[in-house]
């Protein structure tokens, strides 16, 4: 038995983001894995702390440049819950359909890398000619494609008016067709099945010791979305989380690929919802606020949690940022042992990991 | 193929160009290959000439301080393989070849295994693997060959007419290794032109500049020996060689971008559930129907 | 009529220019930069027709592109990243941060733009920049791979602190309303 | 002036038990939020079960520190390194301990590194990259090198900004 220390990373191709994992194998078998991170640790809650209020909007949009929206938006419902404002219908849906739509974004960046990690490189390709549509959508509603600052404190910097609906809905067909298009070779091949399969299991107990949030968590059959609390528009847009209960690589494939569906359906909704609907975009909020509120969203990697304390400051006394994957890596850690290595790039991927959110 | 006619110092000069030219149609088939992966991932490929714009970058760089023992372990590779290509050309013995070419694997493994690099030396213990998956299979195809000529010399097999029954199965076996040869498959060994991988570069993650263009030509003469076999079958039949090697290429690059790739266990039950299987019937039909037996 | 070695020598400056392997570094960026340059290898930008390939291995890249600011941490692997690299070799600092620390300008754990760790030859800007931009931004890099550094230097080509700045288009440009 | 619904008040002692009847409970750790506070500092912990929030709020003096609760919610070491590190909080009986290096290899803000290029420059030759070695974090009483897999070298001291390695083109 000849023990091995292989560095995967920091910086390492599987991943476009730096962390150390320092493996130990047993022949090509992990025994034990050792997280080493710190490498794109910036320190941005300290940060928040020094900014004002809406200046720390763009600064925690920058947390994670895949769902920036999902920061924005926690954020903004901290502060609004602070300042103890409600914001309009119209803001509420649109926010909604912004943060979907990063939703269906994320997933299908998340699919083109986990079939990159499989070698399927033809599908990588396919999952992000897809995803350019949806940037496109981005960059039609908001002017950006990637971090596309739409949020404001108390709702909307941006508006979609009715007369760029057919465009969207155009946008949302093509779409759809391209998601038709890649389904023979997502869930309808044997072969990406078989190579998911079995692939870094855990068993649902596991995933409620560990805390395990989002589609990773619902692929071992937890089932908990924090949509269903009703944040945004999800009051009248409710959702049921999707669950798995294979609790491998191949049942979080399954997880997000039908969560993508779901995405799109919310999207459109929510847009017939805007149509004709009146009213302003935002609520003003005060620039000095009191207490302490928790904003918790489901961000496409799972709950996204936000604490903010003001002290009648003019900016927070703190904001403290609690990332999925953050929550996440535990699975990473108990996973990994007894994996092949030639597996260990499936298993870390299967969690959707964002090192950018989980170190702030 | 021996040239009878011609004096010996022409045919010998003959022989180095055609060896020295060998990898370097390689290259040019390695730059249709990216450009047609590229089409069918509806992609704008590089230039046909890139696998050689890439070689003379590599070859022409600063280079970096190199292990002592691994740069000239490479440098034999790259002369084994070279000889084991000449060698099939100038009609010598088949078994010989094959057998120089294991050699000149084994070299690079050792090469690649001499370094510290934890991923070089993971990656050398896994292309020892794919040697034992193709190097058999080479064999295989020699004696098949064997069997239908009567000889293993090289000259005598270009000479012999195949049986029908023999060729598609010595194709298919030679497909294998050619997939093996081109890095398309098995994933994790794959030293292929493919970052995301877990091993990062494998066995090259050390070797950079001048010595990463010495493996790269090694491996082109590793293609270039599969090539230069599936050629031999063919020359009493060109278009059937011409259409065996279309049919094997296009199947493996159609199953490379619908498929995943293959990790290195599964390839080993593919490699020799496939290629082994039809290397023996291949074997057991140029027997029975070749031009005599041994 | 040119001599056998002019035609080799400008084979291989050709080969240099139409070879460039690319290493990404993130620097401590947000992923937003780092997503955008893996779209560049994607169908609709095809950044391979430029011979581009992404390689995780320093030892064998020729551009190193470097995204985010430079985090406390990360900034000794940048250096050391760099070191590995063999000339010829060029910088690309990709998005606002890399050439200032952009928004996390401050920050507890920035030091600040990637200039402070290695000689960035091009800047792109942008937050993130477009694929587009960031292909842009490879391809001035270009002509500086034909020779290293030292011989760009005795030939008085373009030298080491010669920083190609992409000018922001017209609309990239953000107008920051008056409130 | 919004407080915490559900938020219950403990002392640093009476903290794991309160955690153990949460955990009993199937309640789920979402995390702690650590904030200074007096000289001292306040931790909150919270906890889900069926969407439903609960927290548990802990006053820690100047001097004092806050028990891990890595016995009941295993993953809690990552967040209690975290608020050891950026906080200052000291946890005691930390299963894995980064101490104080998961994220940085200074201590404290006085690492910290501001101002102009040149000044940043020599800060982090002087501190980061020399330093870049001692940081190393135990787990189960061994020590596991958080450094990269080729050790970087210290860069030659250079006179400008933009150091000697550009040219050496090697590694030393």
Not at chain 1, 215 to 242: C, F, I, K, Q, W
Request: net charge negative; aromatic share 6%; charged share 20%.
């Amino acid at each position: 038995m000849t023990r091995t220390v292989v560095p995967f990373g920091p910086q390492h191709p599987v991943l476009a983001e730096p962390i150390q994992l320092e493996l130990t194998l047993e022949d090509e078998v992990v025994v034990d894995a050792i997280p080493g991170l710190g490498y794109v640790h910036r320190g941005i809650e300290a940060e928040a702390e020094r900014r004002p209020y809406d200046e720390d909007l763009p600064l925690l949009e920058r947390v994670c440049g895949i769902c920036s929206v999902a920061h924005a938006v926690a954020y903004a419902q901290a502060v609004e819950v602070l300042a103890g404002v409600e914001i309009p219908r119209r803001a509420r849906l649109l926010r909604t359909f912004w943060f979907e739509l990063t939703r269906v974004h994320s997933h299908l960046l998340w699919l083109g890398l986990a079939g990159d990690a499989i070698g399927f490189e033809a599908l990588f390709q396919s999952c992000w000619r897809v995803r350019e549509d949806v940037l496109d959508l981005f960059t039609a509603t908001a002017g950006n494609r990637v971090i596309i600052g739409v949020t404001a404190l108390g709702g909307c910097r941006r508006d979609i008016p009715d007369t760029l609906q057919p465009t969207i809905r155009a946008g949302l067909d093509a779409v759809e067709r391209g998601l038709a298009g890649i389904a023979p070779f997502v869930l309808g091949s044997e072969a990406v099945a078989r190579r998911l399969a079995g692939v870094g299991v855990i068993p649902r107990n596991v995933a409620l010791d560990l805390g395990l949030v989002g589609p990773t968590a619902r692929a071992s059959g937890v089932a908990m979305d924090v949509r269903r609390s009703g944040y945004a528009a999800h009051d009248e847009l409710p959702v049921e989380p999707v669950v798995e209960t294979g609790g491998d690589a191949l049942a979080r494939t399954v997880v997000r690929w039908r969560e993508i569906g779901e995405s799109m359906r919310l999207c459109r909704e929510a847009l017939d919802r805007l149509h004709r609907l009146p009213g302003p975009l935002a609520t003003r909020v005060p620039p000095v606020l009191h207490g302490e509120a928790i904003s918790r969203v489901e961000a496409p990697r799972g709950e996204l949690f936000y604490y903010v304390l003001a002290d009648g400051e003019p900016h927070p006394t703190r904001v403290r940022v609690r990332t999925p994957t953050f929550a996440n890596l535990a699975a990473v850690l108990s996973m990994l042992p007894g994996t092949q290595m030639a597996n260990v790039p499936v298993a870390l991927l299967s969690i959707d990991p964002c090192l950018s959110c989980t170190e702030r | 193929m021996s040239l009878p006619g011609l004096p010996n110092l022409l045919a010998l000069a003959a022989l180095v160009a055609a060896t020295a030219l060998a990898p370097l149609s390689v290259g040019l088939l390695l730059g249709v290959d990216r450009r047609v992966t590229a089409a069918m991932q509806l992609r704008a490929g590089p230039p046909i000439l890139q696998p050689w714009y890439d070689l003379t970058k590599l070859a022409t760089k600063t280079s970096l301080p190199v292990d002592r023992l691994a740069a000239s372990l490479l440098v034999a590779h790259v002369v084994l393989a070279a000889g084991a290509v000449a060698l099939v050309l100038a009609g010598g013995d088949l078994i010989a070849a094959v057998l120089v070419m294991g050699a000149a694997r084994v070299l690079f493994i050792l090469a690649a295994g001499a370094v510290e690099s934890p991923y070089a030396q993971l990656g050398a213990s896994r292309e020892l693997i794919l040697l034992l998956i193709s190097e058999p299979l080479l064999l295989l195809v020699a004696i098949a060959y064997g069997g239908v000529a009567g000889s293993f010399s090289a000259a005598a097999v270009a000479a012999a007419q195949a049986p029908v029954l023999t060729l598609p199965t010595l194709g298919l076996t030679l497909g294998v290794l050619l997939a093996i040869a081109l890095r398309k498959s098995p994933f994790d060994l794959a030293t292929s032109h493919h970052a995301h991988q877990e091993l990062v570069k494998g066995s090259t993650t050390e070797m950079a500049g001048f010595w990463l263009a010495l493996a790269e030509v090694g491996h082109w003469y590793e293609t270039a020996f599969v090539l230069v076999l599936i050629a031999l079958a063919s020359l009493a039949a060109p278009l059937v060689g011409i259409g065996l090697v279309a049919a094997t290429y296009t199947v493996a690059i159609v199953a490379d971008n619908t498929l995943p790739r293959a990790t290195w266990r599964s390839a080993l039950w593919i490699g020799w559930g496939i290629g082994g299987t039809a290397a023996v019937i291949a074997l057991v039909t140029g027997r029975l129907f070749g031009a005599g037996g041994l | 009529m040119r001599g056998p070695r002019a035609l080799w020598q400008a084979w291989v400056r050709r080969s240099r220019t139409k070879s460039p392997w690319i290493v990404h570094f993130d620097c401590g960026g947000c992923n937003g930069c780092d997503i955008e340059i893996l779209d560049t290898l994607m169908p609709r930008f095809s950044a391979e027709r430029f011979g581009v390939i992404n390689v995780g291995d320093p030892r064998q890249g020729d551009i190193l592109l470097v995204t985010g600011p430079a985090n406390l941490r990360n900034a000794a692997v940048l250096r050391s990243v760099y070191d590995q690299m063999a000339e010829p070799k060029a910088v690309v600092a990709v998005g606002s941060c890399a050439a200032h620390g952009g928004v996390f300008r401050g920050a507890p754990n920035i030091l600040g733009g990637v200039g402070e760790l290695v000689p960035v030859d091009v800047f792109v800007p942008g937050c993130p920049p477009t694929p587009e931009r960031i292909l842009e931004g490879v391809i001035a890099a270009l002509p500086l791979l034909a020779e290293p550094r030292t011989a760009r230097q005795a030939t008085g080509g373009p030298s080491p602190m010669s920083i190609v700045m992409l000018e922001p288009r017209e609309e990239e440009v953000v107008r920051v309303p008056a409130s | 002036m919004s407080r915490l619904p559900d938020c219950t008040t403990v002392s640093p002692e009476g903290l794991l038990d309160a955690v153990g009847a949460l955990r009993h409970d199937d309640w789920r750790l979402v995390t702690a939020s650590c904030v200074p506070h007096r000289a001292g500092w306040m931790v909150l912990y919270h906890f889900e079960r069926g969407e439903r929030l609960q927290h548990l709020r802990i006053e820690v003096p100047a001097g004092g520190s806050a028990p891990s609760i890595g016995a009941h919610y295993g993953a809690a070491f990552l967040v209690e390194n975290e608020m050891a590190e950026l906080q200052g909080l000291p946890v005691s009986g930390l299963a894995i301990d980064y101490r104080g290096r998961l994220y940085r290899d200074f201590d404290g803000p006085e690492g910290w590194v501001h101002g102009p290029r040149g000044e940043a420059i020599s800060a982090l030759e002087a501190a980061g990259l020399t330093r870049l070695d001692a940081c190393v974090p135990v787990v189960d009483g061994r020590e596991v090198r958080a450094g990269t897999t080729r050790v970087p070298e210290p860069p030659e001291p250079s006179t400008n900004g933009h150091g000697a390695a550009g040219e050496a083109g090697g590694r030393p």
